[in-house]
């Protein structure tokens, strides 16, 4: 099955059928399994490395010639001139110099940095061996997992003074930076939490028994799964009032704080991956690479 994630911006008039969707000249039939935005430049992290596209994502350069000695890439977070990648058994990579070339910066042995996170001067790893914490840009790496009894962490998000961690059996939330954790799973059943997003007052958990949102930091949750017919969802995006959820059989749309969802589009694929650039949607596939749409999704007919 094809795999897509997908993250909208919001669209004044809506046919919900098949998207005018393009392929860009980059990582064909690559996984996609995440992107970062920086000024102009967007960075996706791949199967194979990552790549680089300066230009709205119509032509990629691959920047894996220094120093990237594991390019399986599950995750991307950028402070400043200091870009970290995640990988999927080979630790953390970092790049000061746009990723012209990377240094290895730690954690091979936490298998799949799932999760990126940085908060102030903190860099949070969300890890299948719990959080773990560089104050010095990768230089060194403390464990945070204190009260954190599931350690598959899957998703992580920042928030203020708050930290959210999403795991296979639930939120956690921590409130000093990770050296305590306390789980918030008060109505949200205790499933895989694969994204984590925050707007306004909200906190919104894409999981494997759908949507679910708290407005009150994690203390208590509602499911919003009303019209969403698959209940896996691996990603949530938000603009402005609407919520995209990517699930394994297309994108769902709510325009109303997902009290209701409808099907926005590409059923049949699973979502991975995406990103917004000016009015250009960035969408990472399992096995077709990146697909572009320049319209901002009008082109729904």
């Not at 430049?41 to 120093?67: C, D, E, K, P, R």
């Not at 903190?122 to 204190?146: C, I, K, M, P």
């Not at 691996?234 to 209701?260: H, M």
């Amino acid at each position: 099955m094809k795999k897509l994630y997908i993250l909208l911006i919001a669209v004044f008039t809506i046919n919900i059928a098949n998207a005018q969707w393009k392929q860009c000249d980059g990582p064909y039939n690559d996984p996609v399994h995440t992107f970062a935005i920086n000024g102009n430049n967007i960075f996706a992290g791949t199967y194979y490395g990552v790549y680089l596209s300066t230009n709205g994502g119509s032509s990629w350069t691959m920047l894996n010639t220094t120093g990237l000695y594991y390019p399986y890439i599950h995750s991307i977070v950028i402070k400043g001139n200091y870009i970290f990648l995640g990988s999927n058994g080979g630790g953390v990579y970092l790049s000061t110099n746009n990723g012209t070339s990377w240094t290895y910066v730690g954690l091979d042995n936490y298998y799949i940095i799932n999760s990126l996170v940085i908060s102030g001067n903190n860099v949070f790893a969300g890890t299948l061996r719990g959080v773990v914490l560089s104050t010095n840009n990768g230089t060194s790496w403390t464990q945070v997992n204190t009260g954190l009894n599931d350690t598959s962490v899957l998703s992580l998000v920042v928030s203020g003074n708050n930290i959210y961690a999403g795991t296979r059996s639930g939120v956690y939330l921590s409130t000093n930076n990770g050296a305590n954790w306390t789980a918030v799973n008060n109505g949200l059943i205790e499933t895989n939490v694969n994204s984590l997003v925050i707007s306004g007052n909200n906190i919104y958990a894409g999981t494997g028994s759908g949507v679910f949102v708290s407005g009150n930091n994690g203390a208590n949750w509602t499911a919003l799964n009303t019209g969403l017919a698959d209940t896996n969802v691996y990603s949530l995006a938000i603009s402005n009032d609407t919520i995209y959820a990517g699930t394994g059989n297309g994108v769902y749309l709510s325009t109303n704080g997902g009290s209701s969802w409808a099907l926005f589009g590409l059923s049949h694929y699973d979502i991975i991956a995406l990103t917004i650039y000016g009015n250009t949607i960035l969408a990472g596939t399992d096995d077709e690479g990146i697909l572009i749409t320049s319209d901002n999704g009008a082109n729904w007919s």
